[in-house]
């Protein structure tokens, strides 16, 4: 690790100064290896208001720095918005969650070997050298929205599940000015500038998460596969809040993880089931309009088919055509 200075902010205002550091879960061990090596590391654990879970309207607002346990075992997220606890507990250990914050999961590095193997081209970690991945060995890398500069994908559990929920980020920017940007905006596909990923600018910080008002009954889960069953980045993962009236699918949202640059929304295949009667055909015939025809390195093709049954898994356990266990759906009770 290179000689870094270390500052304590007292103002947001002070975030300007260098690298953000709140858990550190995700950057020290990039520090360490010298992937990424700020000169100047700024502690934003001291600042005010952003370690609260707090009613927003009908809906939550959600401190950048409260934790990832904290958040899952909110009894208020528990009863309104389970998808995003469930998430949560799917990703990384309990130590790690202890650590680990709101606003640093959402901006997590991407796992791509290539950017951790600082031997190798990557445009994200070092604009204009080149993708190592591109020819390279490539299973965790992404199935859509990727360009010829990344194949990287996303890593985070709890982003595809506020994607799912529709959340915004607040963002305070340097000017000291709050604004709002709903998840799917926030992110930024790699196009030929990988290293920028999100909507943040120079001087900008993450203060919260807002969650809309929760639907009522609406069922909700969130499926991840993954190499073994704790510890281990998704392969692919599915979100969904579904409403039913009947067998009649009324509302729906649903993203994809693991699959791309940042969690993955297909406005197609929403439009494509609500209003429809479920049905084994129906979830088919939107697999079909879900899953490209083809992957952006010939390693991840096995997506195509780990997707597309994964995602025909989980309509049918929100939609009541297959039998679940109780820790696989859960039920909006806001």
């Known amino acids: 690790?290179?000689?870094?200075?270390?500052?304590?902010?007292?103002?947001?205002?002070?975030?300007?100064?260098?690298?953000?550091?709140?858990?550190?879960?995700?950057?020290?061990?990039?520090?360490?290896?010298?992937?990424?090596?700020?000169?100047?590391?700024?502690?934003?654990?001291?600042?005010?208001?952003m370690s609260e879970i707090s009613v927003d309207g009908d809906g939550l607002r959600?401190?950048?720095?409260v934790t990832n346990t904290a958040l899952a075992n909110d009894r208020r997220v528990r009863a309104g918005w389970p998808l995003l606890s469930r998430a949560i507990l799917a990703g990384a250990s309990a130590q790690i969650r202890n650590k680990a914050t709101t606003g640093g999961n959402l901006l997590q590095r991407t796992r791509c070997p290539y950017f951790y193997d600082t031997s190798q081209a990557c445009n994200k970690r070092n604009p204009g050298e080149g993708c190592a991945a591109q020819g390279g060995a490539g299973r965790m890398l992404a199935?859509?929205?990727?360009?010829?500069?990344?194949?990287?994908?996303?890593?985070?559990?709890?982003?595809?599940?506020?994607?799912?929920?529709?959340?915004?980020?607040?963002?305070?920017t340097a000017g000291g000015e709050t604004r709002?940007?709903?998840?799917?905006?926030?992110?930024?596909?790699?196009?030929?500038?990988?290293?920028?990923?999100?909507?943040?600018?120079?001087?900008?910080?993450?203060?919260?998460?807002?969650?809309?008002?929760?639907?009522?009954?609406?069922?909700?889960?969130?499926?991840?596969?993954?190499?073994?069953?704790?510890?281990?980045?998704?392969?692919v993962s599915v979100a969904g809040a579904v409403t039913m009236d009947g067998d009649t699918i009324s509302d729906l949202s649903l993203a994809y993880g693991s699959v791309a640059p940042h969690p993955w929304m297909n406005h197609d295949v929403i439009e494509m089931l609500k209003g429809q009667t479920a049905s084994i055909e129906l979830f088919e015939r939107a697999a079909d309009v879900l899953i490209p025809d083809s992957a952006?390195?010939?390693?991840?093709?096995y997506k195509r088919t780990l997707l597309r049954r994964t995602f025909i898994a989980t309509m049918r356990q929100l939609t009541g055509l297959a039998e679940t266990a109780g820790t696989d759906i859960a039920r909006s009770e806001a």
Do not use: W
């Open 1 to 49: 690790m290179r000689p870094f200075d270390f500052q304590r902010a007292t103002t947001p205002g002070d975030v300007a100064a260098g690298q953000i550091i709140a858990g550190g879960t995700n950057l020290l061990d990039l520090m360490k290896i010298e992937v990424m090596t700020p000169d100047v590391v700024v502690d934003i654990t001291k600042l005010d208001g």
């Open 62 to 65: 959600i401190g950048a720095l």
């Open 143 to 172: 199935l859509f929205g990727t360009s010829e500069h990344c194949l990287a994908a996303h890593p985070s559990d709890m982003a595809v599940a506020l994607s799912a929920l529709q959340a915004d980020v607040e963002i305070r």
């Open 180 to 235: 709002r940007v709903p998840m799917h905006d926030f992110y930024r596909g790699p196009g030929d500038r990988p290293d920028i990923e999100t909507a943040l600018e120079p001087g900008d910080l993450v203060t919260a998460v807002i969650l809309p008002a929760p639907q009522t009954g609406s069922r909700q889960t969130y499926r991840k596969v993954r190499d073994r069953a704790s510890y281990a980045f998704a392969l």
């Open 296 to 301: 952006p390195h010939p390693d991840t093709d």
